[in-house]
T-cell receptor
Framework: NAGVTQTPKFQVLKTGQSMTLQCAQD?????MSWYRQDPGMGLRLIHY???????DQGEVPNGYNVSRSTTEDFPLRLLSAAPSQTSVYFC??????????????FGPGTRLTVT | DQQVKQNSPSLSVQEGRISILNCDYT??????FLWYKKYPAEGPTFLIS?????DKNEDGRFTVFLNKSAKHLSLHIVPSQPGDSAVYFC?????????????FGTGTRLQVFP
């Protein structure tokens, strides 16, 4: 099992550009989520999904879109990148029905810089 | 307002000794707590959890203690090994209040030296 994979590992964007961060998992987990990690702050939830076709907002959803067309994939779209979106982004999945409260499996992260 | 605080950004411990990582919370509704550890260039991995109906949970070398009256939890690693060098995050939630919101602390970097 590859677990949770994320691409790309690094990305530099100019302000106003858009892009999609890819996330895939091969563990057949229903719950998937996106977090951002910033210096001096804990992980913060951006969006999450409890299954294919179902998504919802987390703590910091502004400027991001998600969709969940399959169980395996959960891409995160930046609509118009801003310097405030410079961060490390983690995708995670879990097998239980308690979402974040179950053991989550994290991807290796994408380091995004917006200039 | 940081509801989950890890006031020590870093900790250095000799191999074989005990490592104690601390976490304080301000929200008295929190009743479920988790610890994750993170190596550089990797995502966090789940370590251990504890519910507020317990005051201790143990898994091998890792033990988490919960002091509800002090709103404080601690992770003990005994004995510490160089492979334990990582950043440790605590996280809290209020399960009994029908929320699945999880609040993470800012992390403590543990270095275990030979």
């Amino acid at each position: 099992n590859a677990g949770v994979t994320q691409t790309p590992k690094f990305q530099v964007l100019k302000t106003g550009q858009s892009m999609t961060l890819q996330c895939a998992q091969d563990m057949n987990h229903e719950y998937m989520s996106w977090y951002r990690q910033d210096p001096g702050m804990g992980l913060r939830l951006i969006h999450y999904s409890v299954g294919a076709g179902i998504t919802d907002q987390g703590e910091v959803p502004n400027g991001y879109n998600v969709s969940r067309s399959t169980t395996e994939d959960f891409p995160l779209r930046l609509l118009s990148a801003a310097p405030s979106q410079t961060s490390v982004y983690f995708c995670a999945s879990s097998y239980g029905d308690r979402g974040q409260l179950d053991e989550q499996y994290f991807g290796p992260g994408t380091r995004l810089t917006v200039t | 307002d940081q509801q989950v605080k890890q006031n020590s950004p870093s900790l250095s411990v000799q191999e074989g000794r005990i490592s104690i990582l601390n976490c304080d919370y301000t929200n008295s509704m929190f009743d479920y707590f988790l610890w994750y550890k993170k190596y550089p260039a990797e995502g966090p991995t789940f370590l251990i959890s504890i519910s507020s109906i317990k005051d201790k949970n143990e898994d091998g070398r890792f033990t988490v203690f919960l002091n509800k009256s002090a709103k404080h939890l601690s992770l003990h690693i005994v004995p510490s090994q160089p492979g334990d060098s990582a950043v440790y995050f605590c996280a809290a939630s209020a399960i009994s209040y029908n929320t699945d919101k999880l609040i993470f602390g800012t992390g403590t970097r543990l270095q275990v030296f030979p």
